[in-house]
T-cell receptor
């Protein structure tokens, strides 16, 4: 399919471990977003990439969180030294430009034990 | 701070019933307002939007009117179908799509 894909779909890890979440945006989309949804919470903005511009990292909750986007395409969200409060569904989205509603992927459900 | 409040679910209806899902927001300025829908096993999809006061967004039989005086954007549908069963999210932005502010979602269950 031509939609946004994310992997893995589910990830269970132990507290203190590092995890990497992958997002494959729709081909040609220059804008890429990461959000997360914690239990009982709305979606929370994390980080935004637009083309070759510096990413907007203002939503990252701590310095344990980082993200990169290689070659303007695939993005990886890394969480170091995971904590139980990091358990959530992490959603990636992409759009042709920042002025167009984004297409969301199905998400990665992260569980930190 | 800025926030979106929507009614808690689940909302359980019979097919062909009338649907209302309430949404109110707290934001400065003149935000754009959205409803997103997430069907089981799928990603969030934009359902409808309104970008200025008194605008009505509509799609797939769903409607919502931007009411600035009551800071509301309630979602309505006159006759729901089983296929409408999903989670519905109200959202707004003042700064473009990179910083959408979402509500917690309302699950709709429609029975035949």
């Amino acid at each position: 399919g031509a939609g946004v894909s994310q992997s893995p779909s589910n990830k269970v890890t132990e507290k203190g471990k590092d995890v990497e979440l992958r997002c494959d945006p729709i081909s040609g989309h220059t804008a890429l977003y990461w959000y997360r949804q914690s239990l009982g919470q709305g979606l929370e903005f994390l980080i935004y990439f637009q083309g070759n511009s510096a990413p907007d990292k203002s939503g990252l909750p701590s310095d344990r969180f980082s993200a990169e986007r290689t070659g303007g395409s695939v993005s990886t969200l890394t969480i170091q030294r995971t904590q139980q409060e990091d358990s959530a569904v992490y959603l990636c989205a992409s759009s042709p430009t920042s002025g167009v509603p984004p297409y969301f992927g199905p998400g990665t459900r992260l569980t930190v034990l | 701070g800025d926030s979106v409040t929507q009614m808690e679910g689940p909302v359980t209806l019979s097919e062909e019933a009338f649907l209302t899902i309430n949404c109110t927001y707290t934001a400065t300025g003149y935000p754009s307002l959205f409803w997103y829908v997430q069907y089981p096993g799928e990603g969030l999809q934009l359902l409808l939007k309104a970008t200025k006061a008194d605008d009505k967004g509509s799609n797939k039989g769903f409607e919502a009117t931007y009411r600035k005086e009551t800071t509301s954007f309630h979602l309505e549908k006159g006759s729901v179908q089983v296929s409408d069963s999903a989670v519905y999210f109200c959202a707004y932005t003042n700064t473009g799509f990179q910083k959408l502010v979402f509500g917690t979602g309302t699950r709709l269950l429609v029975s035949p």
